[in-house]
């Protein structure tokens, strides 16, 4: 009896085991994800555990070129990503999930990055688990960067780059410095030498969807003086430095009087007035420094201390229409003559009048007279910032 009871305990287990060994699988439950198809891809690591892993189903366009942007779509949710075109890491823009009739899908857009290889997967990380497509993204022609000409040149000179590019307006800088590109085509860049270019051997870059570097540096041209004016001022006068090759910038200190940086105002990139009335008496000389490479102007500048004009008599006492006035004293030349000249000039109605100087030495001056109502005027000599008015008024007649 015991040993029948043992023999049926054994039968019914063998029976148990035999059908969980040929037990099938269920089905899929109704609403998971369909499998990968067109240009999609596969699973190449684990869920980790997750039921409904996000799967790659497709990307497009299949080509493109670098900086173009290319939208990949998924099932699953999709989140804490990296996308990677081969080995090389892309600029994800944004990740858009939804939901519709429980099925979870994704759309991922991304840049085409600067990838060295013509043609490569794409993967997609999504926390650890990495998703590769089936088809392979071809990069189209990428940018170039051919050469640039002149070699060298001064600051605002035009340089013009030759290549391929695709952007509106690809970015050049000067070594880390952005310059301005004023003209574009397919083929060619023209850009402008920076006011602030910093190195005098700088490589140019052009970024165009990727970092293209020039495989000679440029050389900039030292700043170029050619005058100096006036070479005889008074203190505190404006002086004018010309020449070519200056930064047109109030940001820097590129001008050197006695090897002291002065601050100024520069005009253009081929003109800096200087105000002196920091200075001392005496000759000074003067430089101008772009980038290290200074270059000292030839002529030196004497300032001296400013003397006021002084008018000892005129004559005639009486003008009519186009006489011409002698006034005679002392210093009436001033050393600016061809951007601050020595003026004559009287009131009209409360209202600044010159008369035409035809003639001028340090202790004379000849001037015709401007139209004038029928009355009496004083005349008034000004140079540079200091005037003096003569005391005793001339007539004024009109023709008689």
């Known amino acids: 009896m015991k040993m029948r009871n043992v023999t049926f305990i054994l039968v019914l287990g063998i029976l148990i085991l ?20 067109g240009g999609g891809g596969r699973v190449d690591t684990g869920a980790n555990g997750k039921t409904n892993p996000p799967q790659l189903v497709s990307f497009s366009p299949e080509t493109g070129a670098i900086g173009d942007t290319i939208s990949i779509t998924g099932t699953g949710y999709f989140n804490d990503i990296t996308v990677s075109f081969g ?30 290889d013509i043609t490569t997967k794409i993967n997609v990380k999504v926390d650890t688990l990495l998703l590769t497509s089936d088809k392979n993204f071809t990069r189209t022609s990428i940018t170039q960067f ?63 969807g990727q970092t293209m570097t020039s495989a000679t540096p440029f050389q900039l041209k030292a700043p170029v003086i050619d005058s100096i004016s006036p070479k005889t001022a008074y203190l505190g006068q404006v002086i004018r430095i010309k020449g070519k090759g200056f930064r047109n910038s109030y940001l820097f200190n590129q001008v050197y009087m006695d090897n002291s940086a002065v601050s100024t105002y520069p005009e253009s ?21 772009v980038a290290g490479l ?29 006489d011409i006035l002698t006034i005679y004293g002392h ?31 340090d202790d004379r001056i000849q001037a015709m007279n401007p139209y004038l109502s029928d009355g009496k005027y004083k005349i008034t000599v000004t140079v540079l910032a200091s005037s003096v008015t003569y005391g005793t008024p001339f007539t004024y007649i009109g023709t008689p």
């Open 18 to 37: 035999f059908s969980m060994c040929n037990k099938v699988n269920p089905p899929a439950a109704p609403g998971n994800p369909p499998p990968p198809i």
């Open 87 to 116: 080995n090389t890491l892309a600029q994800v823009i944004s990740v858009i999930n939804t939901t519709n009739n429980n099925v979870k899908t994704a759309v991922i857009t991304v840049l085409v990055p600067s990838m060295p």
């Open 331 to 361: 210093h009436f030349l001033s050393p600016d003559p061809n951007d601050q000249p020595t003026t004559v000039s009287t009131l009209l109605n409360g209202i600044v009048t010159n008369f035409n100087i035809l003639d001028i030495s």
């Open 269 to 289: 990139t081929t003109s800096i007035p200087v105000d002196t009335k920091n200075a001392g008496l005496g000759t000074h000389g003067f430089a101008v420094e």
């Open 146 to 208: 051919s050469g640039f000409s002149p070699a060298s040149g001064f600051i605002g000179d035009t340089i013009t780059i030759t290549g391929v590019f695709y952007k509106t307006t690809p970015d050049v800088k000067f070594g880390d410095v952005r310059a301005w590109v004023y003209g574009k085509d397919s083929k060619t860049l023209k850009v402008v030498v920076p006011n602030e270019i910093d190195n005098a051997n700088p490589t140019i870059s052009v970024i165009d």
């Open 294 to 322: 200074k270059t000292l102007a030839k002529d030196s500048v004497k300032l001296i201390a400013l003397t006021a004009p002084v008018i000892d008599s005129i004559t005639p006492d009486t003008l009519i229409d186009q």
